[in-house]
Structure formats: C-alpha cells, structure tokens
C-alpha cells in the first residue's frame, strides 16, 4: 500500500481508471434508460454478513450489474486497512469483476471522516468508486442549524481530497432533511452551501415520504443529482419528516405508490448516471424481494 500522502498527490490516477466503464458495452446495458440496474448492499446486509461471495454470484445470476457498497468494516487492528466482509478493496472488487458487477459508489459516515479520511479516500480507489457518499447524519446533528453549518464546513472539506483523487463525493439524504429550522428547509440550506461540486444521491423514497416530489429536487438541481435509490412505499404511509425506517414502510418498486416511470423519465435529462434498488426492510427474503426489483425495473418504460 503506498504512502497516503503520496496517494492524494497523484491526481491524475483516479478512479475511473479502475472503473473501466467501457466494459459495461451498451449492449449488456439491462434498463431502457441506459443505465445498469444497481442493488444498494443494504438491502441484502445479513446475507453478506453471512456469505458475501455466494451473494455476490446470486445478485449477479439475478442480473443485477452495480452494488453499491454499504461501509468499510474494522479489520480488528487499529493500524490494519479496514475491511469489507473480511476482504481488502481490491480483492473485494475483483469479486465482484468476476461475477460481471462493479461498485461506482460506497457509503461512507461522518466519523470516517473525522478518523482517517485519507484512508477511507485510498481504498475507495482501490475498489474502483467513482463516488463517495455521506449515507448518515446522527440523531443528534440533526435539528439545529449550528449542526448542519458545522456539518456543511466539514463535508466541503472532505470533498477536497476526495475530488483531487478522481472522485466525486455525494450528499444522501434521508427524511429529515427536509425538517424546517428556523425557516430554513435543511434540503435548500445543503444544496445552497455544499460546494458545487458535490452531488446529490436522491434516495426517491426518503424524499416522497417527506412529501416531496423527486422529479421536482432534481429540476432544482441540475447536474448534482447523479445516484438514485429507488424503493417504494406502501399505500396509507403519512408524510414523516422524522425517521422513522420500520418493517412494513417498505415495498419492492412498482408495488407502492410511487410513479417510477414519471421519475426515470426526469432522471436521464437531470444528470443521473447511476441508480441503485435499496429496501430497508423486506416483507420477504431479500433477495426475493431483489429479485421482484430487479425484474420490475429491467421491464420498466420510460
């Protein structure tokens, strides 16, 4: 592993240059909309935990292209290079090169940036992201507007080396951040403050339960909404601006409420590039459930 320093020095390596985007041919493209249909690793958390490489194939068989990866996990010393499911970076990525997938974006915490963000920036290289993506923000920081200015110093920041190595760092949002405080749509304040180079992942459901229009966020951003998470709520579901992530909140796409045609339909001309399946809570074995998403949005027209 080389020198962190000597890492963030090399710009002009980033990591598109592991990505190798052109191996996904137009052709093996799955989705009307041109863009490969992606699983968010969330949604299958336990069977990764349990056995990652026989998921990984099962999500491939599926037909699924792109993972997006949930968090770098300890590796049990304090000076190791944290793991992913007892893996390295790079060994993770050819597991997932060997099953016809590849990871553009992982998420990453507030506390990976207050620890060592320059190795969290390395090993994303490593596997080959094209985005790294705040994906949590502590029940604590939440509601006062001190909280989110420190949050927003921090995060513009953190995007700095995250750009000088070839990356782009994304803001992922969840309900609560079209909570009002002090007159101020949190949402608006993020978008208005972030460096203009951070991009937005939409997760659709978070922002419709808030009762907000996805099509509309992204109208308001053009060029930032690059990612989107897509799984959808059932019907009766009252608008929450608090979180509120339980069992039965959750259905597979096209089986609640949201018009995902409508959606995909915006999404292309708005600047997404990518879009993962994400189900916080199954109401059947998740891969199940991946697979009903899969098919649903492999079919969907736009």
Avoid at 248 to 271: L, M, S, T, Y
Wanted: aromatic content about 12%; some cysteine; hydrophobic content about 40%.
């Amino acid at each position: 592993m080389m020198d962190r320093r000597v890492f963030l020095k090399k710009t002009a390596i980033g990591s598109a240059a592991l990505a190798v985007p052109g191996c996904f041919a137009e052709g093996l493209w799955a989705s009307p909309y041109g863009m490969p249909v992606g699983i968010e690793l969330y949604t299958v958390r336990n069977e990764m935990e349990k056995d990652a490489r026989g998921t990984i194939e099962k999500l491939s068989k599926i037909g699924f292209k792109e993972v997006e990866i949930v968090h770098f996990g300890a590796s049990g010393g304090t000076s190791a290079p944290q793991q992913l499911y007892g893996m390295s970076a790079r060994e993770f990525a050819k597991l997932l090169s060997d099953n016809g997938l590849r990871a553009p974006s992982g998420h990453f915490t507030v506390e990976d940036i207050k620890t060592d963000w320059e190795q969290s920036i390395e090993q994303a290289h490593d596997l080959g992201l094209e985005y790294m993506t705040n994906a949590w923000i502590n029940e604590d920081d939440r509601f006062s507007m001190d909280s989110w200015k420190r949050l927003v110093d921090l995060f513009n920041k953190a995007a700095e080396p995250v750009q000088k190595a070839g990356m782009t760092y994304n803001y992922h949002n969840h309900n609560f951040e079209f909570l009002r405080i002090d007159n101020t749509v949190v949402y608006d304040y993020l978008t208005k403050n972030l460096d203009p180079k951070i991009n937005f992942t939409l997760d659709c459901y978070w922002a419709t339960h808030a009762g907000q229009d996805p099509v509309e966020l992204m109208k308001a951003r053009p060029g930032r909404v690059s990612i989107l998470h897509i799984k959808d709520m059932p019907k009766g579901l009252a608008p929450m601006v608090y979180f509120d992530a339980m069992q039965g909140h959750f259905v597979e796409p096209g089986r609640g409420v949201i018009d995902w045609a409508r959606i995909f339909k915006a999404a292309k001309p708005a600047g997404v590039k990518h879009f993962y399946y994400e189900q916080d809570y199954c109401g059947r074995a998740p891969l199940e459930s991946s697979k009903i998403s899969f098919e649903f949005l492999n079919k969907l027209s736009v």
